[in-house]
């Protein structure tokens, strides 16, 4: 089982492992982090949705049977609220730490030194749907894997203290730009015309240079 099956099905449910994930995240520190993290959050919801149901009414206290119906439609309404404004802030922070979490799984990306034709560029990019413009900084890796159960696209490009690589995620939202460090990686999320995209360093990068520099070469195929 590789870092991209132990997310999937980790994320399905992170209560029951198969024997494969549970040996991988005994094997990944990466892995066993995010699992942990999975697990908190399914418990923190468990609490949220945890809403008690009081017992039948007796037959003389007919009021509490007529009242009983607004006041569990006032729970649930109360609950969708509480679990709406938790997850509200879950998503910017999940999704930068799935960023990482593969970002750090292609770490590789970052110590390649020799630029990447652009023919075997855009064969690699092509996979997922996206091709990039000529210009702009190299290109010294790219890829198209699985990420939050969508193919993406991503590579690196050079910059000034080492290489950057660029997130393509056109099934993810961000309403605005978002900094984030992690792990020893600094990087920021931005809106695209296409969902988002994510350019993380290990350096001390003008991440919005980079942005600049990138974003208006993408061409989404789709």
């Known amino acids: 089982m590789d870092h991209e099956q132990f997310?999937?099905?980790?994320?399905?449910d992170p209560q029951h492992l198969s024997?494969?994930?549970?040996?991988?995240?005994?094997?990944?520190?990466?892995?066993?982090?995010?699992?942990?993290?999975?697990?908190?959050?399914?418990?923190?919801?468990?609490?949220?949705?945890?809403?008690?149901?009081?017992?039948?009414?007796?037959p003389s206290l007919p009021v509490v049977r007529r009242v009983w119906p607004y006041g569990l439609a006032a729970a649930a309404a109360l609950a969708t609220v509480m679990v709406g404004t938790f997850l509200v802030g879950v998503p910017r922070e999940a999704l930068a730490h799935a960023v990482v979490f593969h970002a750090d799984h292609e770490a590789k990306a970052f110590t390649m030194t020799e630029p990447m034709a652009s023919a075997d560029v855009a064969a690699v990019?092509?996979?997922?749907?996206?091709?990039?413009?000529?210009?702009g900084p190299d290109v010294m890796y790219a890829a198209a894997c699985q990420f939050r159960g969508h193919v993406i696209p991503h590579f690196a490009v050079h910059a000034t203290h080492g290489n950057a690589v660029v997130l393509v995620l056109p099934d993810e939202q961000v309403k605005r730009r978002q900094e984030f460090s992690e792990a020893g990686y600094h990087g920021v999320l931005?809106?695209?015309?296409?969902?988002?995209?994510?350019i993380v360093s290990t350096g001390a990068e003008d991440l919005d240079e980079i942005v600049s520099a990138v974003a208006e070469r993408i061409r989404y195929l789709d």
Do not use: F, N, W, Y
């Open 7 to 12: 997310e999937l099905e980790a994320g399905g």
């Open 19 to 58: 024997a494969e994930a549970a040996a991988h995240a005994a094997s990944c520190p990466s892995c066993a982090q995010l699992h942990a993290e999975l697990l908190a959050l399914d418990a923190k919801l468990g609490r949220v949705l945890a809403i008690p149901v009081p017992a039948k009414a007796a």
């Open 125 to 135: 990019l092509s996979k997922a749907h996206v091709s990039l413009l000529p210009g």
């Open 190 to 198: 931005v809106p695209a015309s296409h969902g988002a995209i994510a």
